[in-house]
């Protein structure tokens, strides 16, 4: 099933007119590579017009961009699980995703991942787009995902988280007492050698920031508020642990398997700014009832 998302933006007042190209590359933040796509397989209407990227917009004008069709990838076979769907319009689909579930097929080709059963809920409702993560949590983690059903919302939105706009909250339970109560750990990570798998905190890493702030302390346990400021692999499993704060069942970072069987922590909110409209959003999903039996 193939469909051609459509987007429309009103052209601002401006000191000089702007060419579509850019507008969309200066003002929209659209990629060279999804230029040249639109340019060859797309459409593009002013004032419901067709029009080319090198027409000039002024202010008032009503632009229309039709992306390319665009289809679900083909590898991905198809999971009939039922999905809690938190929030969702034409653009961007976001998924409470449980335990367990992998985000894609990995090395050992599962069958079972959330991305096919987005596209088995995309075949049930009718819904033509792709699949494209935005964000992406380990299987083990549960919590909120937010899947684009473009390559455009995919590339602006995981640009905004990039540079700071919008945020990601966790909840995590750790061993131990945090001192300070809150603050921020900022050590690159990076992954650990002759290992897959695992990362660590590394000289010659990439730039990783985490927020944290203590909310609840119990029989040397801590319930943890994170926040993301960048999106490495086991970011906050890899931070915990340097701090000597693990999360519990987190038995690859030095967590205690006994009381839980994966490790402690959900993606429990999600800001953002809309990528296509440009509206703030806020998605929250409740903790699974591993994590609430645990507090």
């Not at 335990?99 to 809920?121: D, N, Q, S, V, W």
């Amino acid at each position: 099933m193939e469909k051609s998302h459509t987007m429309e933006w009103f052209v601002p007042c401006m000191n000089k007119p702007l060419t579509v190209r850019n507008f969309l590359r200066i003002e929209k933040g659209m990629s060279s590579r999804l230029l040249k796509k639109i340019n060859k397989d797309g459409k593009l209407l002013i004032n419901s017009k067709e029009a080319t990227l090198t027409d000039k917009l002024y202010g008032g004008d009503a632009l229309m961009v039709r992306l390319p069709p665009t289809t679900f990838p083909e590898n991905i076979p198809t999971y009939k699980r039922k999905l809690s769907v938190m929030w969702e319009d034409a653009h961007l689909l976001v998924i409470d995703k449980p335990a367990g579930l992998p985000m894609t097929p990995g090395r050992g080709l599962e069958e079972k991942t959330l991305a096919g059963a987005i596209r088995h809920y995309y075949e049930e409702t009718g819904v033509a787009a792709s699949f494209h993560a935005v964000s992406r949590l380990d299987r083990q983690t549960s919590g909120l995902v937010t899947i684009a059903k473009h390559a455009f919302a995919h590339q602006r939105l995981a640009d905004f988280f990039q540079k700071g706009i919008g945020s990601k909250e966790y909840i995590g339970i750790t061993r131990g007492i945090w001192s300070p109560k809150q603050g921020v750990i900022d050590v690159p990570i990076g992954r650990k050698p002759n290992s897959l798998i695992e990362h660590e905190v590394t000289r010659d890493g990439k730039y990783a920031r985490t927020l944290y702030k203590v909310l609840r302390e119990k029989d040397h346990h801590s319930l943890v508020r994170f926040q993301l400021k960048t999106g490495r692999t086991h970011q906050i499993r890899v931070h915990a642990s340097f701090q000597g704060h693990p999360l519990l069942g987190d038995d690859l970072y030095g967590g205690c398997a006994k009381e839980i069987s994966r490790q402690a922590l959900h993606a429990a909110k999600i800001e953002f700014c809309h990528p296509v409209f440009e509206t703030w959003h806020t998605v929250r999903a409740q903790l699974p009832v591993d994590i609430r039996s645990l507090i």
